[in-house]
């Protein structure tokens, strides 16, 4: 009978738990909204006729790859590259206010590790999103080219809710947001060589493959970016509950001088002060392929703004947040 009650017990604690964090969820989404409803544009991007959409994606076929189109004209999980990254699906390519600014690494740059990995955290409809961008620098320490690698739900705000309580299935390339540096809220570049590199990158790919489900409580996305990092022999949070911006500044703070994480701090306070720009209406990508190099082409007319910032500037701090997804 004791143990009965004992187990019973446990079972309260868990479920009172995951409840919490749901809560939290609802709780953060809201008070987002009501400290941004005031402010923040609300970017209506329109679909595309499903035949445009077969269109594009035969022309891509036939163009291969480095054709240009626009994200929103692209099944969601077509390959694309945009700026520096490769290899992004076009649903995380939605019109993006302020790109990556490919400068994230200069303070981390070192002789002989041309490669990089970073850690980062970024705001959601919830509670944030973590997720490790990886790839090689220029010789000035800014970004040549980046992958993305990060858990998530795979579906809508029904399934992240499910999640809460059971596994679903999960998803591990960038989503919506994470290419989008007025989201960012956290981050930690790390430099490797080209042998470290490969074998980091031979882990996230395997770690990919065999991660077919997310749960909040125990296959988050934190706990996927303290993998990353404890492979390459970093220290990470031993709690991956907690909010996505906190494990991120932990893991940077536990791999760091104080002086270093000084820097970063004063780092992260300019970067805050920086207005957050207007989202444009489209995306303009490149099909992802053999002719990836291939510069996005300059367009030939502005489309129509659906929406347009208020006068007043905005900042990090009051950034717009992704509609509609929670992670």
């Known amino acids: 009978m004791q143990t009965r009650n004992t187990m019973a017990g446990v079972s309260l604690l868990a479920g009172i738990a995951i409840c919490s964090l749901a809560s939290l969820a609802d709780v953060t989404a809201a008070r987002a909204q009501d400290n941004n409803a005031a402010v923040l544009p609300q970017v209506n991007v329109v679909a595309p006729r499903p035949h ?17 189109v626009y994200s929103s004209q692209l099944p969601p999980h077509q390959l694309v590259n945009v700026g520096v990254f490769r290899n992004v699906p ?3 390519a939605k019109p993006i206010g302020q790109a990556v600014t490919s400068t994230d690494c200069r303070m981390s740059a070192r002789p002989g590790h041309p490669y990089f990995v970073e850690f980062r955290a970024r705001t959601a409809a919830s509670y944030g999103h973590a997720f490790v961008f990886y790839g090689k620098l220029t010789p ?40 989008d540096e007025q989201f960012m809220t956290a981050r930690y570049c790390v430099t490797l060589t080209e042998q470290e590199f490969t074998r980091m990158v031979g882990y996230i790919k395997q770690r990919q493959a065999t991660t077919p489900l997310w749960n909040a409580m125990t296959l988050n996305c934190t706990g996927f970016t303290g993998d990353v990092a404890r492979f390459i022999g970093l220290k990470a949070p031993l709690n991956h509950i907690q909010m996505p911006e906190e494990y991120i500044n932990e893991m940077h703070r536990l791999n760091s001088t104080p002086a270093q994480y000084g820097a970063y701090q004063a780092e992260m306070r300019r970067v805050n002060s920086i207005p957050v720009p207007p989202l444009p209406a489209q995306q303009r990508v490149t099909i992802a392929g053999p002719a990836s190099s291939a510069r996005l082409a300059t367009p030939t007319s502005r489309p129509q703004a659906a929406a347009r910032l208020p006068a007043a500037a905005q900042t990090v701090a009051t950034a717009p947040l992704p509609p509609q997804s929670p992670w």
């Open 90 to 92: 076009a649903e995380a």
């Open 140 to 179: 000035e320490g800014q970004f040549a080219w980046v992958e993305v690698a990060g858990l998530h739900p795979a579906g809508d705000s029904t399934v992240y809710m499910i999640g809460h309580v059971l596994p679903v299935a999960s998803e591990t390339n960038a989503s919506w947001g994470d290419l």
């Open 52 to 68: 445009a959409a077969a269109h594009a994606q035969d022309a891509a076929q036939q163009a291969g790859g480095g054709a240009v």
